[in-house]
């Protein structure tokens, strides 16, 4: 008797961001496989697949966007349904990976709860994690198994460069962020635009979250386009109080860019009102219309992460999608 197996692909998809899901599985003209997802009364979550997934090669898209801890654990159910429904591979395709600021301790008698989450993935029966601009990129140690790492900086950065004029300073708005900016720096030089470096001196008071206090800006900013970059806007403090920081210190234009708009609380409020021209985001989370203004651009992802789910369906390298630069 001889067999030869067959490789299936399997895109599955949560309430997370559904409508990025709908443009992957269209990049890669596949569609998405039937789930059905419900709530209890009590607020606990059912999920079923409408369909074999016996020997697939499942791929389970959530995005842990608003309500955060509802998506997180959907997505441990998929995970956990497909492994028990004899899935051959599971991948949990997470474009924003929660928890991710928790990565070490600060403080004393503190949670690191980016391993827990990746513990999650790893005991629910994920065999692989394709994610989008870690917080960190020392988050891929907590796994046990691949991480592929993908990033919005070439999206972000080619949109930005069509938009600039003058000569341009790449900002990082605090430390510990310089090899994010140098990131953007060399994408803009591909494209011929020659551009500084600097860093905001950034405090937040010990104890606190979501709190931080711009003091000082270091490098050159006056009569420049200052490019301010993050991987992700939250609250918007930082990035507002960076913002108005540069104003001060004599920047032409402030132009900011962030691989995810958490955009939570007061963010919109702050940036529509901060000397901002552009915010540039990518649609890795779900931005509703409410939160929407005439000064932010969002741009799609989804053929980044189609193509990575392609490489790694069909077993190519997913770092040459990106020439290396994704770690």
Same mark, same amino acid.
């Given at each position: 008797m001889e067999f030869v197996p067959k490789k299936r692909l399997l895109l599955v998809a949560g309430r997370g961001n559904l409508e990025l899901s709908r443009e992957i599985a269209a990049c890669l003209g596949e569609p998405l496989g039937e789930m059905m997802l419900s709530t209890f009364s009590n607020g606990e979550l059912y999920c079923r697949y409408g369909?074999? &997934?016996? =020997?697939?090669?499942?791929? /389970?898209? +959530?995005?842990?966007?608003d309500p955060i801890n509802d998506r997180i654990m959907e997505q441990l159910i998929m995970i956990d349904a497909a492994k028990r429904a004899s899935a051959k591979r599971i991948t949990a395709v997470c474009p924003f990976y929660g928890y991710a600021r928790q990565d070490r301790k600060a403080e004393g008698r503190e949670p690191i709860t980016a391993r827990l989450l990746a513990d999650l993935l790893s005991i629910?029966?994920?065999?692989?994690?394709?994610? &989008?601009? !870690?917080?960190? =990129? +020392?988050? +891929?140690?907590?796994?046990?198994? @691949? *991480?592929?790492? $993908?990033?919005a900086v070439p999206l972000l950065a080619s949109h930005i460069a069509g938009t600039i004029d003058g000569e341009v300073t790449v900002v990082s708005p605090d430390a510990g962020g310089g090899k994010l900016?140098?990131?953007? %720096?060399?994408?803009?030089t591909e494209v011929g635009i020659e551009s500084e470096l600097a860093f905001i001196d950034k405090r937040r008071p010990k #104890?606190? +979250?979501?709190?931080?206090?711009?003091?000082?800006?270091?490098?050159? &900013?006056? #009569?420049?386009?200052? *490019? $301010? *970059?993050?991987?992700?806007?939250?609250? %918007?403090g930082t990035i507002a109080g960076a913002a108005q !920081? !540069?104003?001060?210190? =004599?920047?032409?234009?402030? &132009?900011?860019?962030?691989?995810? #708009?958490? $955009?939570? =609380? @007061?963010?919109v409020d702050r940036l529509r009102?901060? @000397?901002?021209?552009?915010? /540039? *985001?990518?649609?890795? $989370?779900?931005? @509703?219309?409410?939160?929407?203004?005439? #000064? !932010?651009r /969002?741009?799609?992802i989804a053929p980044i992460i189609a193509e990575a789910l392609?490489?790694?369906?069909t077993e190519a390298s997913v770092s040459e999608i990106f020439h290396g630069d994704n770690v």
């Open positions: 369909e074999s &997934v016996r =020997g697939a090669d499942a791929f /389970v898209i +959530q995005s842990h966007c629910a029966g994920a065999d692989r994690v394709v994610t &989008v601009d !870690l917080h960190t =990129g +020392q988050i +891929q140690g907590f796994f046990d198994f @691949p *991480v592929d790492h $993908l990033t900016a140098r990131r953007y %720096a060399n994408h803009f #104890g606190t +979250q979501n709190v931080a206090e711009a003091i000082e800006v270091v490098g050159e &900013v006056e #009569g420049r386009v200052c *490019v $301010l *970059v993050d991987d992700m806007i939250d609250t %918007a !920081l !540069l104003h001060r210190r =004599g920047a032409a234009d402030v &132009v900011v860019a962030a691989t995810h #708009g958490v $955009l939570s =609380g @007061p963010a009102n901060a @000397p901002i021209r552009e915010v /540039v *985001v990518s649609n890795t $989370l779900e931005i @509703p219309a409410a939160k929407q203004w005439d #000064g !932010l /969002v741009v799609s392609s490489a790694v369906f």
